[in-house]
T-cell receptor
């Protein structure tokens, strides 16, 4: 019973490198989200998706891109990483109509040098 | 606009002490309210919820009552344990919200001494 799985869990990048974080869910949820968590700032929404093939910007979308080609997967990409993107990234999912009841992955810690 | 304000942490208590973590909100209408908990090294987990005024959410000995008159949703537990050490987030989902409108507080770190 995996729930929400994020890969990789840890990654160190150099400035300017690119990478992709993968979120996979087996709960058949329609909505998926990417958040970043920084000390003292709580959770900030980067991008979200309400269904396969659709994505939308959240509060802090700059420097990130996303894709949802399959219902169960939501990818977060950094095309040219910057030190300001050092953070812990969380994927979350929920059912349509149950917006506040999120299921989170364990997080991916990204360090950009 | 909608917002959530939590008490500043960290909060440090001794085992078996009484816990209150304050949360107040600003929202139009009747939002749904939530408490999430984040244990070290893990993602957030839904702890409890309340969807209308005067509802009481409860789970694992924690309780919170939706108080519309004071726009509050304070988290309480009568006797805390070391295993309750975590970061607690208050959140709201506005009525008729779109997918992006979940709002989290900044979190309160709780440490329990044996």
């Amino acid at each position: 019973n995996a729930g929400v799985t994020q890969t990789p869990k840890f990654r160190v990048l150099k400035t300017g490198q690119s990478m992709t974080l993968l979120c996979a869910q087996d709960m058949n949820h329609e909505y998926m989200y990417w958040y970043r968590q920084d000390p003292g700032m709580g959770l900030r929404l980067i991008h979200y998706s309400v269904g396969e093939g659709t994505t939308a910007k959240g509060e802090v979308p700059d420097g990130y891109n996303v894709s949802r080609l399959k219902k169960q997967n939501f990818l977060l990409g950094l095309e040219s990483a910057a030190p300001s993107q050092t953070s812990v990234y969380f994927c979350a999912t929920t059912l349509r109509g149950r917006t506040g009841e999120l299921f989170f992955g364990e997080g991916s810690r990204l360090t950009v040098l | 606009g909608n917002s959530v304000t939590q008490m500043e942490g960290p909060v440090t208590l001794s085992e078996e002490a009484f816990l209150t973590i304050n949360c107040t909100y600003t929202a139009t209408g009747y939002p749904s309210l939530f408490w999430y908990v984040q244990y070290p090294g893990e993602g957030l987990q839904l702890l409890l919820k309340a969807t209308k005024a005067d509802d009481k959410g409860s789970n694992k000995g924690f309780e919170a009552t939706y108080r519309k008159e004071t726009t509050s949703f304070h988290l309480e537990k009568g006797s805390v344990q070391v295993s309750d050490s975590a970061v607690y987030f208050c959140a709201l989902s506005p009525i008729y919200s779109s997918a992006s409108k979940i709002i989290f507080g900044s979190g309160t770190r709780l440490s329990i001494r044996p």
